[in-house]
């Protein structure tokens, strides 16, 4: 049950052949089993059996309110929720506890879902590993794979056992671990610059980063406003439109969501591409990219060829100053949301007396580690009066380039870009940390944070296993607000690759009451 897509098991609590009681119970259980991958900050133990609990007397009246009536789900703790901790993984918000909860937290209650707990990220958002916030790295659920553990090859000592366990990707990676080792069945993430996506494609799971305005982002505590997106993971690119549907639409509380009412809709269950033109991006062959996934790039463009699509390789040129922009942009934003973190509302305040200023100063150098001080100072630099014009400005004029060169390939008849999502699989967390948290991002942001630049709606979908074993993901790119022909797209994608399961040998050792009655299924 625990593998079921979300319609399946929607289904299965309609039939009675389970309850939402139990399936929560199972998912605790299976939290508390996996408590090693460090997914979750919190865990929302008594309040999730409680919403199990109502949600089980809607299902005796005949009366559950939609699909996701019943279904455990957790979210990154970057989103506020009322009567549970919102720590954004770091010092400074650690005890806070919202008094409202973010708007897609509450359309996700208002569906009948259980909210689990608050994952684990990357401090306030910033970085690409999820090895940055104060309650510790996560770990990739595939480290515990015995795909991985069968092509790596490994001492029998505990501290290489220690050392080889790979990142999830960031900053959601909380949230894609999460969905990928069963603890639930979707997740939410935020995404700025590839933050869902990243880690989806690490962990072996879609993750929908949809376009700007469609989800609310009130109650998302911010990082780029002009960028920040909800992501939705999910295992696969059905659960991923079910979950939109549910999210989508205007809020009055976000002035930035589209005015229009947003219509679910369902997958056709056979898609045809075959009228389709899939633009292949070639600035999107960029250095470091590994030989395995530009392979795979390769044959999932002859997939679509064989299958009758037009496959096109496109130009967008100013791709390649993309990095540069995005961390003037994002730093100059950072700098400007992180200033309302000062010890006075709410948050840590610092026990230094002597000023107000002294407070202030004490207060952000112990609540903020040095990756988001740093993107402050960054920030500030930018935004100083002798530099707006040279850096902000101009930055925003750069944006305003790459997101024409979208309309332009857009406009010229393709519908869909096909791209890698990651520069490769995951690497092991030792590895990881040996470069500083900028060069990661700016590495590993590479592929997916124009899409955040010009707006638009993008996708991983789980492709293949590496060498080592590992999750590879490729990306597809849409227009702006056309998530039907995207996630369409992803679906006979999805359908074609039938990426397999996650094997969690080491997991159903130590919890065999839970998985004794499952059965290895491929979602494909």
Sequence with gaps: MLRASLREVSAALKEGHVTPTELCQRCLALIKSTKFLNAYITVAEETALKQAEESEERYKRGQPLGVLDGIPVAVKDNFNTAGIETTCASNMLKGYISPYNATVVQKLLDQGAVLLGK????????????????????RNPWSYSRQYKEKSARKPHSEDEESNWVITGGSSGGSAAAVSSFTCFAALGS?????????????GVVGLKPTYGLISRHGLIPL????????????????????????????PKDSTTIQ???????????????????????????????????????????????????????????????????HVLCTAEVASNMARFDGLEYGHRSDMNKSTESMYAATRREGFNDVVRGRILSGNYFLLKQNYENYFIKAQKVRRLIANDFLKVFGSGVDILLTPTTLSDAVPYMEFIKEDNRTRSAQDDILTQAANMAGLPA???????????????????????????????AKWFEKQVKFPMIQLEEVKRHNHNVFQHEKSASFS
């Design 459 to 489: 996708i991983n979908v789980p492709t293949a296993l590496s060498e080592r074993g590992l999750p590879v993901g490729l990306q597809f790119i849409g227009r702006s607000f056309q998530e039907k022909q995207l996630l369409t797209v």
């Design 119 to 138: 994952t684990n990220l990357d401090e306030f958002a910033m970085g690409s590993g999820s090895t940055d916030g104060v309650f510790g790295p996560v």
């Design 191 to 203: 995404d700025t610059g590839g933050s869902t996506r990243n880690p989806a494609a690490h962990c």
């Design 224 to 251: 780029v406003n002009s960028m920040d997106v909800p992501g939705i993971l999910t295992r696969c690119v059905d659960d991923a439109a079910v979950v939109l549907g549910s999210l989508a639409g205007h809020d």
């Design 260 to 326: 229009d009412n947003f219509k679910p809709f369902e997958l056709p269950d056979l898609p045809d591409v075959s009228k389709l033109s899939i633009g292949i991006p070639k600035e999107y062959h960029a250095p470091g990219l590994s030989s395995e996934i530009l392979a795979l790039w390769s044959k999932a463009a002859d997939l679509f060829k064989d299958a009758g699509a037009k496959v096109v390789e496109v130009s967008l040129p100013h791709t390649r100053y993309s990095i540069v922009c995005y």
